[in-house]
């Protein structure tokens, strides 16, 4: 197993809230790790604690390793600002910047100093590209991204974290605002995007968990109950508590 990430005896509390408890995970590079469970089990707590977005909330405490290139994210010296870079994150609702669309894209070069209006350009189109969003707005790119539909939208804030070259694409429900056929888009680019980043998804759908990822851990209170290849898990989980929640039998 090539890993990306490593998290090991992972805990997290929002003040005396205990919300992960000694989690233990192996992200595989270049795959897609669904993070599945009922609501409040942890699934976006899990992810933000793998860019330190967790960071920005008052009273949150994290302890434990989390290993990005053999390298513990929380271990002295790590610029978080360039640990997001590489561990980019798409959220529920897509969340463009009132800005562009041109720089919505570019936001996070400029913030990084690239001031070359040339570099900034190829980028954008390369991003826009490999977020088949480029045909779509490609003579609009001066229009503020708050115009595009939703689901435009959604593949903007993939391309803005594409263009800072990320290894790892972090995404949180990211068709949860979306229809079913704006769904199917997302669903089919991030199996394009794995051949090159490596993914994790909060999912709360069985069926996108089984149609999308290699792997899938099952969370509950906190604690991560049961992780291993997706199919193991949805046909044959080896925990009771996996197993009912898998078949529908969870409250
Ligand atoms: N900022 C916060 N402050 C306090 N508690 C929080 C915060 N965010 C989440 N929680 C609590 O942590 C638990 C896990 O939440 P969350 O990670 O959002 O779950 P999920 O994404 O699986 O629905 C829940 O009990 C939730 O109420
Ligand atoms: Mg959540």
Request: hydrophobic content about 40%; aromatic content about 6%.
């Amino acid at each position: 197993m090539d890993i990306a990430i490593q998290i090991s005896n992972l805990d997290l509390f929002y003040g005396a809230f205990h919300a992960l408890k000694n989690v233990n995970l192996k992200i595989e590079r270049h795959k897609i790790t669904a993070l599945i469970g009922p609501s409040g089990c942890g699934k976006s707590t899990l992810l933000r604690a793998l860019n330190r977005m967790n960071d920005l909330i008052q009273g949150c405490r994290t302890t434990g390793e989390v290993l990005l290139e053999g390298k513990d994210i929380y271990g002295p010296g790590v610029n978080v600002c360039e640990l997001r870079n590489k561990v980019g994150m798409v959220f529920q609702r897509p969340n463009p910047f009132p800005l562009s669309i041109q720089d919505n894209v570019s936001f996070g070069l400029r913030v990084a100093g690239q001031k070359n209006s040339a570099i900034l350009d190829e980028i954008v189109e390369k991003s826009l590209q490999n977020a088949w969003l480029w045909e779509h707005v490609k003579d609009k790119l001066e229009t503020s991204a708050l115009e595009l539909p939703l689901d435009q939208q959604q593949r903007l804030c993939v391309a803005r974290v594409l263009a800072v070259e990320p290894d790892v694409i972090l995404m949180d429900e990211p068709c949860s605002a979306l229809d079913p056929i704006s769904t199917a888009k997302i669903e089919e680019l991030m199996l394009e995007l794995r051949r090159r980043y490596t993914i994790a998804i909060v999912t709360h759908n069985m069926q996108q968990a089984s149609r999308i990822s290699d792997y899938s851990a099952y969370m509950l209170l906190g604690e991560m109950i049961e992780f291993g290849i997706t199919t193991q898990i949805f046909e044959n989980p080896k925990d009771k508590r996996t197993e009912d929640y898998i078949t529908g039998r969870y409250g």
